[in-house]
């Protein structure tokens, strides 16, 4: 099984300039738990997570203030396997999907847990 099939898409993703209350309210709307980030020229800039939100308390820094700059990237061809060992050595929750150098989709350690459940059959 690889990345395209469980891959969340479209992403959701925020400017690295914008207001951390604004980027918090879009979270809490879409109920996700992280958000790429960009640059003002669409580049990746890092990722924001719950956990990242959790700790800050002045909502009126940006997401760039806040958000972590090291950011697990994996291409909708790599094998599902592979993602979650990318995962458990970095000990991270969320994988970026990308694409000619553009953000196409998410993977969480969730998705990669659904995708053995329904292959298992369990």
Do not use: W, Y
């Not at 109920?31 to 956990?51: C, F, Q, R, T, Y």
């Not at 990242?52 to 997401?63: E, P």
């Not at 958000?67 to 993602?83: C, E, F, G, P, S």
């Amino acid at each position: 099984m690889n990345i395209e099939q469980i891959m969340s898409f479209p992403v959701v993703v925020t400017r690295e300039t914008t207001k951390l209350k604004h980027t918090r309210e879009l979270i809490n709307r879409k109920s996700i738990n992280a958000i790429p980030v960009l640059k003002e020229d669409g580049e990746i800039a890092g990722i924001l997570s719950s956990s990242d939100l959790a700790k800050a308390h002045d909502k009126n820094i940006t997401v760039g203030d806040i958000m972590t700059d090291k950011v697990h990237i994996v291409l909708k061809n790599n094998r599902v396997q592979d993602a979650a060992k990318t995962m458990l050595k970095h000990s991270v929750h969320h994988l970026v999907v990308m694409e000619d150098g553009n953000v196409i989709g998410m993977v969480s350690s969730l998705d990669i847990i659904r995708s053995l459940v329904s292959t298992e059959g369990i």
